[in-house]
Nanobody, 123 residues
């Protein structure tokens, strides 16, 4: 059974930082790439960042480029999202996802999702 478990969310002031973690248990079939998505209240879920199995390729949404960094540690079955210079617009539930490739996941996320972790950024 595949499980993705996120952690690291919380309340932070604008300009602050948070580091999200996602631990994967089981083997997501055909889904070596990993990514983060988010959903703000009243909005659709959106792509944030994705990373290839090797970690050599990563993609970022324009809104987070230069502020967020995705990384992974395959030995720990984990993927991370370092978020710096947070703004209230980053407030959302952040979800971990396992998908086919870092490129395709941007528009076509994989079938495996975590339960989400809340990030709230105060002005």
């Amino acid at each position: 059974q595949v499980q993705l478990v996120e952690s690291g969310g919380g309340l932070v002031q604008a300009g602050g930082s948070l580091r999200l973690s996602c631990v994967v248990s089981g083997r997501p079939r055909g889904s070596p790439a990993m990514g983060w998505f988010r959903q703000a209240p009243g909005k659709e879920r959106e792509f944030v960042a994705t990373i290839s199995w090797s970690g050599s390729t990563a993609f970022y949404a324009e809104s987070v480029k230069g502020r967020f960094t995705i990384s992974r540690d395959n030995a720990k079955n984990s993927v991370y999202l370092q978020m710096n210079s947070l703004t209230p617009e980053d407030t959302a539930v952040y979800y971990c996802n396992a998908g086919l490739t870092a490129a395709t996941m941007r528009q076509d996320p994989g079938a495996y999702w975590g339960q989400g972790t809340q990030v709230t950024v105060s002005p």
